[in-house]
């Protein structure tokens, strides 16, 4: 069992910027693709971004290449998504992610975190 807590997250003007952190609680950590996906309010939840095992291979949905970089420290069991020139329509739930295979379909992780919100104002 794998469990997942976010943090980081909050109010933050149009421009500004925000990290947060997952942390997992399994010695295996580094056995395990992460990725961070974010819900909306009203809108289905949609894929942000995957790191592999090492830290090796990264993916990244188009609206948000260039501006949020992912990345993992296996030794403090912690991925990290840096956000930056925050939108207001980077709004909504973060959530953190744990699976077997990198992908950037939500049904091929098996373990979620609770999700931390961010709220972009304009």
């Known amino acids: 069992q794998v469990q997942l807590v976010e943090s980081g997250g909050g109010l933050v003007q149009a421009g500004g910027s925000l990290r947060l952190s997952c942390a997992a609680s399994?010695?295996?950590?580094?056995?395990?693709?992460m990725g961070w996906f974010r819900q909306a309010p009203g809108k289905e939840r949609e894929f942000v971004a995957a790191i592999s095992r090492s830290g090796g291979i990264t993916q990244y949905r188009d609206s948000v290449k260039g501006r949020f970089t992912i990345s993992r420290d296996n030794a403090k069991n912690t991925v990290y998504l840096q956000m930056n020139s925050l939108t207001p329509e980077d709004t909504g739930v973060y959530y953190c992610a744990a699976g077997r295979l990198i992908a950037s379909t939500g049904s091929r992780y098996d373990y979620w975190g609770q999700g931390t919100q961010v709220t972009v104002s304009s």
């Open positions: 399994v010695r295996t950590f580094s056995t395990y693709v």
